[in-house]
């Protein structure tokens, strides 16, 4: 169970926690103890407690599982806020908002997060840059969205397809799991002037100056990585940040450590 702390006013009840187990449930009240947040993470065998709807968790059965210690209650971090009255609907319709913005790190693949060898297509082929999955980790526990930013000209001369490219993503983001990081969006160019595959031999376009996006890649197998097929221009980037009122920062190797703060030693090479 998610608790909340630090919530002033007599509107809501309050958990009784001891040992990092919910014991109890007390009626509204003043009282400086943590209140439920409503967030719960349960097992499928508390279904077998529900009984004739309609039927309420927090007064049916939460109580019951408290009793028999089996809830174990979470001070989860951040802000706070019910919907449930008029007024506080209100103030989330300008909280929320504020909430979802988020700083984003755009990295590129080759030579960032893997060593360019050369067209890497394949898992086997697949050589971390040391510290970069510790990297990736930190960004996600500070609270940037972490993005891909590739160009894959290997599709426009034959080397390999675009299922290679999404297929290795999807393995790269799976192996990040395994060290707890994970990649929230990767975005690609397959294009190249020079390519021997007729249809990718383009100059790629570039990001347009109002911000808006480019052709959007359909197939999503796994979740929040999503594929899309975009040129990598960085410089074009900056001015479709700056079109969108949002700031846009180069971070360079040697600037990476001072510009975010804490970071692992790693982040300097890896940026």
């Known amino acids: ?6 919530v002033a006013g ?7 926690v001891d040992g990092g187990k919910v014991r109890t449930f007390t009626a509204s009240g003043p009282s400086d103890r943590p209140i439920n947040a409503g967030v719960y993470l349960m097992r499928k065998a508390i279904l077998s407690r529900i009984g004739t709807a309609p039927c309420s968790l927090e007064r049916d059965v939460l109580p019951g599982l408290a009793i028999e210690g089996l809830i174990d209650g979470c001070i989860a971090e951040g802000p706070f ?6 007024e506080d609907f209100e103030r989330a319709q300008i909280l929320v908002p504020s909430l979802l913005r988020r700083p984003a790190a755009f990295l590129d693949r080759d030579g960032v997060l893997n ?3 050369g067209y890497v297509h394949r898992s086997d082929q697949v050589r971390w840059v040391e510290g970069a999955r510790e990297t990736v980790r930190w960004l996600n526990d500070a609270g ?3 993005f891909i ?6 599709v426009a001369r034959g080397l390999y397809s675009e299922d290679h490219v999404n297929d290795l993503h999807d393995w790269m983001n799976l192996a990040l799991r395994e060290n707890g990081a994970h990649i929230d969006c990767v975005e690609y160019c397959p294009y190249h002037p020079e390519g021997t595959v007729e249809r990718y031999r383009i100059v790629s376009g570039r990001r347009p100056l109002d911000g808006s996006r480019g052709r959007r890649r359909g197939r999503h197998s796994r979740p929040p990585l999503s594929r899309r097929r975009q040129p990598v ?3 074009h980037e900056a ?6 009122n949002c700031r846009f920062r180069l971070i360079s190797r040697t600037a990476a450590t001072a510009s975010l703060g804490s970071a692992p030693n790693s982040l300097a090479a890896a940026f």
């Open 239 to 244: 001015c479709a940040a700056a079109t969108k």
């Open 10 to 16: 007599t509107r809501y009840g309050r958990v009784v």
């Open 149 to 154: 930013v590739t160009n894959q000209a290997g």
């Open 1 to 6: 169970m998610a608790l909340a702390a630090g």
């Open 144 to 146: 940037y969205f972490v």
């Open 81 to 86: 806020i019910d919907i449930g009255v008029p």
């Open 233 to 235: 221009r960085l410089r």
């Open 115 to 117: 060593e360019d060898t």
